[in-house]
């Protein structure tokens, strides 16, 4: 059973940075990619990025500007997503997600395991 806890969301100003963290289960490092999506109100819920732990290739939602970096530690089994510049449009729940996938894919559809999520509030 995968399990994933995000935590680190919270209200920030727009242009300030927020860093995201998902703490996976063991045995979810070495067999899973892992990813970020969020939800907006009202709207369906969106990829953001995704890491390949066989490949380590990171994948990034194109609507991102290279604000957003994800990254990793293998030694806490942990993923995270920095944001910086944040705007208003970025606000949403964000949820950390799990697949046994190679190569990265942005439909939900493809993600086996969900986090609870995370809420980040973007102030004008």
């Known amino acids: 059973q995968v399990q994933l806890v995000e935590s680190g969301g919270g209200l920030v100003q727009a242009g300030a940075s927020l860093r995201l963290s998902c703490a996976a289960s063991?045995?979810?490092?070495?067999?899973?990619?892992m990813g970020w999506f969020r939800q907006a109100p009202g709207k369906e819920r969106e990829f953001v990025a995704g890491?390949?732990?066989?490949?380590?290739?990171?994948r990034y939602a194109d609507s991102l500007e290279g604000r957003f970096t994800l990254s990793r530690n293998n030694a806490e089994n942990t993923v995270y997503l920095q944001m910086n510049s944040l705007k208003p449009e970025d606000t949403a729940v964000y949820y950390c997600?799990?697949?046994?996938?190679?190569?990265?894919?942005?439909?939900?559809?493809?993600?086996?395991?969900w986090g609870q999520g995370t809420q980040v509030t973007v102030s004008s």
């Open positions: 997600a799990a697949a046994r996938m190679t190569t990265i894919r942005t439909m939900t559809s493809s993600w086996d395991y």
């Open positions: 890491i390949s732990w066989i490949t380590k290739l990171i």
């Open positions: 063991a045995r979810t490092v070495s067999r899973y990619a």
